[in-house]
C-alpha cells in the first residue's frame, strides 16, 4: 500500500498536524496561527480521505486564548464526518475547555487539570465604542456558556455562575467527569516501581 503524500503547506510549524497518524496537538496559546494548520489538516482528511473513519486524536494542552479561531476549530470538528478524539493533559483551561468537550469522545490523562472563568474583555476606543464592544463581549460569554451546556451535563446558568463565584473554578479528571466535560480518564499503563530502600536487604549493590 502507498503512502500518501501531503502537500508541503500541510506541514505546519512545531508538528501540531500529523496526518499520516491523525494526531493533531493543541500545546500553546490558542490563536488564528496556532490553530489554522488542525482547521486546514480536519477538512483535508474529510475531503482527501472521506471513507477512512479512523478517529482524529487532538492532544490539548493550553491555558485557552482567543474565542473566534476556538469557534471555527469547534464547528470544523462538529462538521467532520470522521470522529474526532479529544484528550486533555496538564492544563486545559478558559477557551481551550470548548475544544476538549467537543470532541465525539473526551478523555483526560490522570494529571490533567482544567480552570474555567469568565471571559475578559480589552475593550478601547471612544465610549461608544467600548460600550458597543462590551455589549458584544458579554454576547459571546453567553454563548460561550451555551456550548458548555450543550456538551456536558451541567446547564449554562451552571457554568456562567460558577465563573463569577470564583475568580478561577478548577476541576480534577474526576470533577471533569462527573460535569460531563470528558467521557473517561485514561489509566496509567506503566506499573509504580517497588520502593527499595537503600537498607533493603534485597537490594543489590
Known sequence: MSVPVYPSELVPQLYSVDLRSRC??????????SLAPI?????HLNEQEPTDMRP?????????GDLFPTFALLDVMRLSKIPIHTVG???????????????HKRYATPSTWMM????TSN????EMEIEVRAAAAAKVSKATYKIMERFTNKT????????????EFWLDPKAMK???????????????????????SSATA
Open 178 to 200: 462527573e460535569h460531563g466535560v470528558i467521557d473517561e480518564i485514561l489509566e496509567e499503563t506503566v506499573k509504580e516501581a517497588p520502593n527499595v530502600r537503600p537498607d533493603d
Open 156 to 167: 449554562a446558568r451552571f457554568w456562567e455562575n460558577a465563573a463569577k463565584r470564583k475568580a
Open 89 to 103: 493533559i496538564g492544563d486545559v483551561s478558559s477557551a481551550a475547555i470548548l475544544l476538549l468537550i467537543a470532541g
Open 24 to 33: 493533531f496537538y493543541i500545546l500553546d496559546e490558542i490563536c488564528i496561527e
Open 116 to 119: 474555567h472563568h469568565q471571559s
Open 39 to 43: 482547521v486546514r489538516g480536519i477538512i
Open 123 to 126: 475593550a478601547s476606543g471612544t
Open 56 to 64: 482524529i486524536k487532538l492532544y490539548i494542552c493550553s491555558e485557552g
